[in-house]
Every structure is written in structure tokens, then in C-alpha cells.
């Protein structure tokens, strides 16, 4: 089993910063991407922002340049830090990371439970 622990969410004002923070614990072999997603209500979940094993990185047209990505391959940690923010950024964020949990399964999705963030005044 893995789990995802998510952290660094809540209420910011407009134009303030924020940095989530998602680490990965369990059975864990092998993660390829890490990333977030976010949910604002009524809406479905959009991708936020991804980093790959390699390195790479894809962000919603949305948030370039004002979100960053990173991941701690040493702790299975993936991060991203949020700055400018926007009341639109309002959203329940989640992480996910792709993981096999030996040599022998195949890749699968996990999920973080979602963290709150609000940008209001």
C-alpha cells in the first residue's frame, strides 16, 4: 500500500504565496511522475502541474510562471510553490504520484487525500 501526505494548504490573500508539500510512504519500488491536480467546485479535476522521473516538467497554461514544481527523489516528496495567487486559484489540491510497489506490478495512480486552498480577501 502507499499513501500520500499532503501538507501546506489553507487561506492566503490575493498576490500572497504558498508552498504544498506531498509525501509518498509504503510499499514503494518505483515512482515515475509526480504531480497536482486541482478541483474547484462544480468543476472537474485539471492537471496542475507534473515533474517526471527524467526531470521534466508540464504546468497548466494557467499557473506558468507563477507556480513552481519540484520533487525530492530521496524522499519521495514532491512540492510545489505557489506564488501571485489568484481568488481563481481557489481549488481543492491534490497530489498524485505513479508507483510501483515492486518489479513485479505494474505502474499505478495514487492519490492524496486533497488539501484546501483559498484566495480570498
Known amino acids: 500500500q502507499v499513501l500520500l501526505m499532503e501538507s501546506g494548504g489553507g487561506l492566503v490573500q490575493p498576490g500572497g504565496s504558498l508552498r504544498l508539500s506531498c509525501a509518498a510512504s509504503?510499499?514503494?519500488?518505483?515512482?515515475?511522475?509526480m504531480g497536482w491536480y486541482w478541483q474547484a467546485p462544480g468543476k472537474q479535476r485539471e492537471l496542475v502541474a507534473v515533474?517526471?522521473?527524467?526531470?521534466?516538467?508540464n504546468y497548466a497554461d494557467s499557473v506558468k510562471g507563477r507556480f513552481t514544481i519540484s520533487r525530492d527523489n530521496a524522499e519521495n516528496t514532491v512540492y510545489v510553490q505557489m506564488n501571485s495567487l489568484k481568488p481563481e486559484d481557489t481549488a481543492v489540491y491534490y497530489c498524485?504520484?505513479?508507483?510501483?510497489?515492486?518489479?513485479?506490478?505494474?505502474?499505478?495512480?495514487?492519490w492524496g487525500q486533497g488539501t484546501q486552498v483559498t484566495v480570498s480577501s
Open positions: 509504503g510499499s514503494i519500488f518505483s515512482i515515475g511522475a
Open positions: 498524485y504520484a505513479v508507483v510501483r510497489t515492486s518489479k513485479y506490478t505494474t505502474w499505478r495512480i495514487y
Open positions: 515533474v517526471l522521473s527524467d526531470g521534466s516538467i
